[in-house]
């Protein structure tokens, strides 16, 4: 068998053995929403009568704290795919790189081993799994970063959205009626997140509509603006000379707001383009001199290199992420 055809050999199995897997899964995961959702049915009957009902199991999995984050940060990015898809290619990616790794060690042993190394039958387990782990959390990552440039936009359009919104504030005026009449002139960036503040207004209080709206976007001008809206709301004081006062404090701070976002997008940049290196240095080096596979695959020490530079990496990943939260 050639060498090509082993690595394919190798990948198409991960491949075939995810599918089966996330098949599986996302059966599953459909009949607990189809029990799930009679099972609810069932519930609102019986709270009528004072009766909760129990939690379904379907209900427990989509109400875990971690996948309704995940589901909130897509909807922040506006992506249009569900939670089980996400989690389905994570999974599928996971299994690839797994066996695909696995395979790509066999070939490089096949070629570039010499002596009893070459003879020797052995599987990187541990560095398979952290490849998986790592290319498993790509799909992730791309929805943390998209909704991490969405939030950078509408950090842009801060002092448009406070302008705006001061062109239609007034004191005779209802919280909820300068939200719906400054909705029409907001910004392309925050249309969306705003449309959102109008809808949460009819079925939350005043206060938790416009928190869930500043924690959404992440931005402390945010917080500073729903606080300010709150104090006119409830005391029925005319904030408009501190939402001026507001606007001024955004622009003095612009310049090192737009230093810090810029930034982060070289950050998150760089670190992308950080983990393709890494692999191909791994690549060429051996391809270069084939007495390092040895040194990658065979010493203990260069092993546990490798792993802990996966491990670095995926940290790189997840500071990109916290560095892009509100500064303030």
Request: hydrophobic content about 50%; aromatic content about 10%.
């Amino acid at each position: 068998m050639s060498v090509s055809a082993q690595l394919i050999q190798g990948s198409l199995k991960g491949l075939l053995f995810g599918c089966w897997i996330v098949g599986s899964l996302l059966l599953v995961v459909w009949l607990l929403r189809m029990t799930g959702a009679g099972a609810a049915r069932r519930r609102r009957f019986r709270s009528l009568g004072g009766d909760p009902g129990r939690r379904t199991l379907g209900g427990s999995f989509t109400g875990l704290r971690p996948i309704r984050h995940l589901a909130e940060e897509m909807e922040v990015a506006e992506l249009k795919i569900g939670v089980e898809a996400i989690g389905a290619v994570m999974l599928l990616l996971a299994f690839v790189g797994f066996f695909g790794s696995d395979a790509a060690v066999q070939l490089m042993q096949q070629r570039f081993a010499v002596g009893a190394d070459r003879l020797q039958g052995f599987h990187v387990w541990t560095l398979s799994g952290a490849i998986a782990f790592l290319l498993g959390s790509f799909p992730y990552f791309y929805v943390r970063f998209r909704v991490q440039r969405k939030r950078h936009r509408i950090a842009n359009r801060m002092i448009m959205l406070v302008q705006n919104l001061i062109g239609h504030y007034r004191p005779r005026l209802t919280l909820a009626e300068v939200i719906v009449k400054a909705s029409k002139t907001m910004p392309d960036e925050v249309q969306s997140e705003w449309r959102r503040l109008e809808l949460a207004l009819h079925m939350k209080s005043v206060d938790e509509a416009l928190y869930e709206f500043a924690r959404r976007i992440q931005s402390g001008w945010a917080d500073d603006l729903a606080d300010l809206l709150l104090i006119g709301s409830h005391y029925g004081t005319d904030v408009t000379e501190s939402l001026h006062h507001l606007v001024g404090k955004m622009q003095a701070a612009k310049r090192h707001e737009e230093n810090r976002l810029a930034m982060i997008t070289v950050y998150r940049l760089g670190t992308t383009f950080m983990i393709g290196f890494a692999f191909f240095v791994v690549g060429f080096n051996i391809y270069a001199d084939g007495a390092n596979y040895r040194h990658y695959f065979v010493d203990p020490v260069g092993k546990s290199l490798l792993i802990v530079s996966s491990a670095v990496m995926f940290i790189s990943m997840v500071m990109v992420i916290k560095s892009g939260r509100k500064a303030f």
